[in-house]
């Protein structure tokens, strides 16, 4: 049947079948030819010299990835099974990937439907490169790190939150000290908040920085917290990681009872 | 009774019932407005088109803050039981959150009082925001974080002073190099202490850097230093953070064989 | 025999036989002295002064190489047993430490045989510094941070493939939001990237910088991304250092009891 | 007797007699004063207006910290016993903290001797801030880091090795990239690792950065190298304050075998 092999050819790629894998090269290859692509179009230079060209490839890669999105769409209620037809459609359509794979040619069809501003939409088509995680290979890792961000995201959070608001405090006060002093640097509280950021996250441009002592001395302070900033989500994270590396060690623990010798269901961690 | 439905309107909202959710949601919701008003009231353009807005809704939260404050001094005694009255009082008004919801409003009512630079004390009007930590979901968070960096405090205060003394001497000797070179940009200690901290904690405005080959030498140690700045305390949290996270499952571990009924020692990190 | 005694002179010398230690040591030395020269050759007023003594050493540096990777040649044979002769010396050449003296003196003769700049070749003679890993005491610590390093190698692999992701979308989104008003900036993508690498990893020359409001919201978004981006492969790094120190300790745990001999299956992490 | 009182008085302060704190509190009092007057000396036109104040401070303050030198030198034979009184000497003399308390009064002294630049000798006064650590409180917190550090130091010496070679390669191949479009930026390889140390611990002055497309593609290789040279030694301190801060509760184990009660000297880590 033709829909079978439409489904093993775009989802079974990676998964060991051989005679498979070519396919997923070739639209891994395309990604990456098309992301090669954009960067050119984006040198005035280059894109006006090779105009007819580059154009070509735009049209032809959005032609291959929209005949496979429609693949995708046909064989939608093998690889998301429902009730209904279209409740396979919808679930695939809405799937990490079936938005992934939209994505990607959205921001050519877009425009012949409703008037829009194409720029930012473009940078959308980058997403598709993340169908590289997709490969078998790197699934593991990703879910690893995935699950030590998602046990951690409270603590996370918090942290997010207590650094936002030393940017924020830092901001008033800076604008109330540097303000009258360095006018275009510290306008207002906003900008005050760039240089927040750019002094905590250690970044430090160098386009604001303040010239009053008392600006030096809340600067410093800042750039000091910017550590500990730096400190807490890295130790979050290092004993999540810790503690995921420990699981499976404890799971493969052979328990008896060394009075009776039946064995032992203990579920630790 | 008025005392107890006001006890439960601002002690238990975030606690479970639902409907008292409404009132702290909509102080939290005021908090963020009033964030933004002070943000927007720093830009002039914006401040001179919508003056009287802005004001009136200054006045309007303040108004709302000082009752919703009132209404806890009143119910002090429920929420901070003590043996008199007036002890409840103040064990409110001192209390962290006491202190807080203070600050919120002093700002707007300290000037009728006394003749006050009203600027610096108006960013305090920020801490405020810290009532977010309030809620219940990031309490336990909070504390885990505050724990560890409590754990672990005279080792972050030993690792602090040392930063201060690589920074002291690193300001002094640098004043000594490149003082003479640049005596715009080293011209005291206290100047060479800005560039110290700025190299250390890796900002690196740019404002200031040596310009003499000694002067880069010490410059590249002090950055080189930086990185162990960070490391240590990093080390120090990760550890506090895995400690943390170890201890409460040793106590879920049951030391009963099932089967037999016969303790069993074992002994697990 | 002579072979015997090159093949101690130039293989064992670091492990134990203190009368070898001296070839060992003259090596370094003198590795570390044509480091030193090839630094003073950059300094256009050192080397027209001394042109004659840098040349000279460069020239007797190289000698001592050659006949240094002479004699291991001649002793590969020892070093790398193998059936045969032949592939026995393809064996040391192609070796880790082989290629290592190679590269030391390739850059001399190169230009012998074939025309060509020299001038990045060149700095291939840096790497047989490398050589001093070879010393006993440090070749236990550079494998524990290599296995780390290669038991980590998938995560911290998608880590590096999410943080070009990140660098990726946030160089198309700049150039489209600064491209216009800061055309010597951001030119183009690749431009763009340049700004994105420099913010994510926190070095923030100040040569490229956002002026527009979208625009630094952006890169502060980088910029703490950029925390996160350190914080996921220190926190895989700890965890990885933990596992490898903590296991050997584990395998020497006695599991019987010396009283009266019976196993017991204490399971500690 | 006298001699055991200033033993006392110079030893004992901190460790638990109360009517000795003062003197250590003095002392400490003294040292942060003469701090600050070494920084308000640096300040032309403070010291130019209080210059008799300042010198007379500086007078007074060298004249305690000679007092208590010569009195630890002649309570020596107390606190490092030794078989001969000129022994005892010695060892105090040379151990840590009385080479501290020398570099303190040596600047002043020493010009008296011989004709020597002064500036850089007075930075060692700083060192007698040093002696804060001997303050009981910091002691272990001190000892921790320092047996953490020193446990991971082969590791932490081949990371520092591995880092000065990349800093080393990238400054060769820079000079060689950027040399002839900047040579006031990239004059030599010396100033060229000026620029591989700001850019490797990300502190980025801005003063010098590539202009090129191959040296910023460089640039920003080694700024990514830059976090794996955090992560590395960071991993490493984390992993050695976990295992520092697990010893002790591994030794609290009661071990007892289930099968004949007899205790067992388990020495686990």
Redo the contacts between chains.
Sequence with gaps: MIKESIFRLVEKGSHGRKHNLLFDYSIMTLIVLS?IA??LE???EVYSEYTFFLDGFNVFSIIIFTVEYCMRLYVSDLTHPSKSRLKSLFRFVFSTYGLIDLFAILPFFLPMLIKIDL??L??LR??R??R??KLN??N???N??WM?IKEKK??L???G?L?F?IL??AS??M??IE?DKQPEAF????E???WA???L???????V?PVT?LG?FI??LI??L?????????????????????KP??NK????????G?E?D?H??
């Design positions: 992301l954009m960067i984006s040198m005035p720029r930012f473009r940078a980058l997403t490169f993340l590289v995680l290979r790197y593991d890792s990703l690893l790190i030590v409270s603590e959070a918090v942290t939150f650094s608001l924020l405090i008033f006060i604008y109330y303000g306008p207002n509280i906003l005050s908040f760039w950021i750019a002094t996250t250690t970044v430090g441009y160098g386009d920085y002592g030096k600067s410093g750039a000091i910017g550590i500990g900033i730096v400190a807490l989500p890295t130790g979050l994270i290092s004993a999540g990681f810790m503690n995921k590396i420990e060690s404890l623990v052979e328990d008896k009872c060394p009075h009776c039946h032992i203990y630790m961690n």
